[in-house]
């Protein structure tokens, strides 16, 4: 039988009850417990290399973990774009993010430190412990690849969040290690690694899908291609170059044929289409191992549309950033685009107004309820982390850096972006490489919202959205529309958690702008 990444946490969990419970008989006469699991006695068996990988993958989920009252971590990369806002007050660490001035104490930068360190802590884990394991080399192959793509992953985060940041290769056993109180080490390098993992993670044999959710080909094309488009960009600006590895790499993805747009916004959240079609790598939820729990937060605050008691809105769009998209752009329509502006009575009910928008495409229909139907209050969708719209978008954006001009392949990415949005693209001959340019930017800050990317976007090309005039300016002095928080140098770098400073002083000096 196979077992897909959301099953396989619950699996392992039994597995080590029913080891623990052959044990206990003979627990009193033994002097070691054999249900002791440790690195040295557990990576014997095959099983164990599989099981070893699914709890890095189980660690990604860090990313919908709660952040103090009323908010969960993935917020942080959203409210910072100045594209969302919260209808609640009463989370200040949140709060200090909407509005730009947030420090090192702040809890969702934080969770998303240890977060990240995490996943590459039991990456490292596999990739030391996996290889002395008697398997059958090609699953073994599989396993280090998917675990050199998770690892790559999460320094990608890492190197974009925080610039110089320790970079840990090895498990650390004990405070006597070395590496236990690491220096920063150079964006440079960190990128190094990122691009020697997921190059290293292409050769690992594994299928350009897998439905199972676990990392596959084309994910790693993907995200090698979206690295390449940061490296190409601040602060790193290693140009043309690299906008044409990154115009590569994205091209390998779409000639491939294995995925394509959805075409329906619908199935960007439908439980049926998971780990399928345009998703191309997900964060796994099962509500029986692991449930969603952004739904809550997401919701419009407590007004009543939805199966679930608690109707947070700590994360909706901006009035502004929603009446920016075209006049007549399908992702705009309610209840069939990215977006709802009205959803029915305790999720099952009379059709509501609400006055303002909120976000469609991360909406668990099953679990909030829809008309005549309610909701289970239990959520399995997934959380999107790369979409083949973004790779179309990533390959028509390089593609036009590097040679200075778009061509037919790279509009043609870019209408297809446009088409499902059932708006019309202008001719490539109407364009240059500016007026090009900024289509594409304007196409992904609209289809890639609330998506964790728009904020990276921002810092690579160090320009923000303007909604007023449809158009970008630099990022140090922009002011946002909502709320009137100004864009500054530091704010390109989140400040290293002050209590990692604290308990590792090689981590000083702060980065810029930030007390210690």
Same mark, same amino acid.
């Given at each position: 039988?196979?077992?897909? %990444?959301?099953?396989? =946490?619950?699996?392992?969990?039994?597995?080590?009850?029913?080891?623990?419970?052959?044990?206990?008989?003979?627990?009193?006469? !033994?002097?070691?417990?054999?249900?002791?699991?440790?690195?040295?006695?557990?990576?014997?068996? $095959?099983?164990?290399?599989?099981?070893?990988?699914?709890?890095?993958?189980?660690?990604?989920?860090?990313?919908?973990?709660?952040?103090?009252?009323?908010?969960?971590?993935?917020?942080?990369?959203?409210?910072?774009?100045?594209?969302?806002? *919260?209808?609640?007050?009463?989370?200040?660490?949140?709060?200090?993010?909407?509005?730009?001035?947030?420090?090192?104490?702040?809890?969702?930068?934080?969770?998303?430190?240890? +977060?990240?360190?995490?996943?590459?802590?039991?990456?490292?884990?596999?990739?030391?412990?996996?290889?002395?394991?008697?398997?059958?080399?090609?699953?073994?192959?599989?396993?280090?690849?998917?675990?050199?793509?998770?690892?790559?992953?999460?320094?990608?985060?890492?190197?974009?969040?925080?610039?110089?940041?320790?970079?840990?290769?090895?498990? %650390?056993?004990?405070?006597?290690?070395?590496?236990? /109180?690491?220096?920063?080490?150079?964006?440079?390098?960190?990128?190094?690694?990122?691009?020697?993992?997921?190059?290293?993670?292409?050769?690992?044999?594994?299928?350009?899908?897998?439905?199972?959710?676990?990392?596959?080909?084309?994910?790693?094309?993907?995200?090698?291609?979206?690295?390449?488009?940061?490296?190409?960009?601040?602060?790193?600006?290693?140009?043309?170059?690299?906008?044409?590895?990154?115009?590569?790499?994205?091209?390998?993805?779409?000639?491939? +044929? /294995?995925?394509?747009?959805?075409?329906?916004?619908?199935?960007?959240?439908?439980? #049926?289409? !998971?780990?399928?079609?345009?998703?191309?790598?997900?964060?796994?939820?099962?509500?029986?191992?692991? =449930?969603?729990?952004?739904?809550?937060?997401?919701? $419009?605050?407590?007004?009543?549309?939805? #199966?679930?008691?608690?109707?947070?809105?700590?994360?909706?769009?901006? $009035? &502004?950033?929603?009446?920016?998209?075209?006049?007549?752009?399908?992702?705009?329509?309610?209840?069939? +685009?990215?977006?709802?502006?009205?959803?029915?009575?305790?999720?099952?009910?009379?059709?509501?107004?609400?006055?303002?928008?909120?976000?469609?495409?991360?909406?668990?229909?099953?679990?909030?309820?829809?008309?005549?139907?309610?909701? *289970?209050?239990?959520?399995?969708?997934?959380?999107?982390?790369?979409?083949?719209?973004?790779?179309?978008?990533?390959? &028509? !954006?390089?593609?036009?850096?590097?040679?200075?001009?778009?061509?037919?392949?790279?509009?043609?990415?870019?209408? &297809?972006?446009?088409?499902?949005?059932?708006?019309? *693209?202008?001719?490539?001959?109407?364009?240059?490489?500016?007026?090009?340019?900024?289509?594409?930017?304007?196409?992904?800050?609209?289809?890639?919202?609330?998506? +964790?990317?728009?904020?990276?976007?921002?810092?690579?090309?160090?320009?923000?959205?303007?909604?007023?005039?449809?158009?970008?300016?630099?990022?140090?002095?922009?002011?946002?529309?909502?709320?009137?928080?100004?864009?500054?140098?530091?704010?390109?770098?989140?400040? %290293?958690?002050?209590?990692?400073?604290?308990?590792?002083?090689?981590?000083?000096?702060?980065?810029?702008?930030?007390?210690?």
């Amino acid at each position: 039988m196979k077992y897909s %990444i959301k099953q396989y =946490g619950f699996i392992l969990f039994m597995a080590l009850l029913m080891l623990a419970g052959q044990s206990c008989n003979k627990f009193l006469e !033994e002097s070691n417990d054999p249900s002791n699991l440790s690195p040295d006695n557990y990576y014997t068996l $095959p099983e164990h290399a599989d099981a070893a990988v699914a709890a890095a993958y189980a660690r990604t989920r860090f990313i919908g973990e709660g952040a103090g009252i009323f908010v969960q971590n993935f917020s942080m990369l959203e409210v910072v774009t100045g594209t969302s806002r *919260t209808e609640t007050a009463q989370n200040s660490d949140l709060n200090n993010l909407v509005g730009m001035v947030y420090n090192g104490d702040n809890l969702l930068i934080s969770n998303w430190w240890n +977060g990240l360190y995490n996943v590459i802590a039991q990456t490292n884990l596999v990739l030391e412990k996996v290889p002395p394991i008697d398997m059958e080399e090609a699953r073994k192959k599989k396993v280090l690849g998917e675990a050199r793509f998770l690892r790559a992953w999460a320094y990608f985060y890492v190197v974009r969040l925080w610039g110089d940041v320790p970079l840990l290769v090895k498990p %650390i056993y004990s405070s006597a290690d070395s590496s236990f /109180s690491p220096k920063r080490t150079s964006i440079q390098a960190v990128y190094d690694l990122i691009v020697a993992d997921l190059i290293s993670a292409e050769g690992a044999g594994l299928p350009w899908t897998d439905a199972s959710g676990k990392a596959s080909l084309g994910a790693v094309k993907a995200l090698l291609a979206e690295v390449y488009l940061n490296m190409a960009g601040q602060p790193l600006n290693k140009g043309a170059a690299y906008y044409t590895l990154a115009a590569n790499k994205a091209k390998e993805v779409i000639t491939n +044929g /294995s995925f394509s747009l959805f075409a329906s916004y619908a199935d960007l959240h439908s439980l #049926a289409q !998971e780990n399928k079609g345009e998703h191309m790598f997900q964060i796994q939820y099962l509500a029986s191992v692991a =449930g969603n729990p952004m739904q809550a937060v997401l919701l $419009p605050n407590f007004k009543g549309i939805s #199966a679930y008691g608690t109707e947070v809105g700590s994360t909706v769009p901006t $009035p &502004a950033f929603y009446a920016s998209y075209e006049a007549g752009d399908a992702r705009t329509v309610d209840r069939q +685009g990215m977006y709802y502006t009205s959803y029915y009575t305790e999720g099952n009910g009379v059709l509501k107004n609400l006055g303002a928008p909120y976000i469609f495409k991360h909406f668990d229909v099953v679990a909030n309820g829809t008309f005549g139907v309610a909701g *289970t209050t239990q959520s399995d969708l997934n959380w999107p982390q790369i979409r083949y719209a973004q790779v179309l978008l990533t390959y &028509a !954006e390089a593609q036009n850096e590097s040679a200075a001009a778009p061509n037919t392949d790279a509009w043609n990415a870019l209408k &297809a972006i446009r088409d499902r949005a059932k708006l019309v *693209t202008p001719a490539l001959g109407t364009f240059n490489t500016a007026s090009f340019r900024q289509a594409v930017w304007r196409e992904r800050w609209h289809e890639l919202c609330y998506e +964790g990317i728009t904020w990276f976007d921002m810092v690579r090309l160090r320009k923000a959205y303007k909604e007023s005039t449809n158009s970008f300016e630099d990022f140090t002095g922009h002011v946002f529309a909502d709320n009137n928080a100004k864009l500054q140098d530091k704010h390109l770098l989140f400040p %290293i958690p002050t209590a990692e400073i604290r308990n590792n002083p090689n981590l000083r000096p702060q980065n810029p702008g930030y007390p210690e």
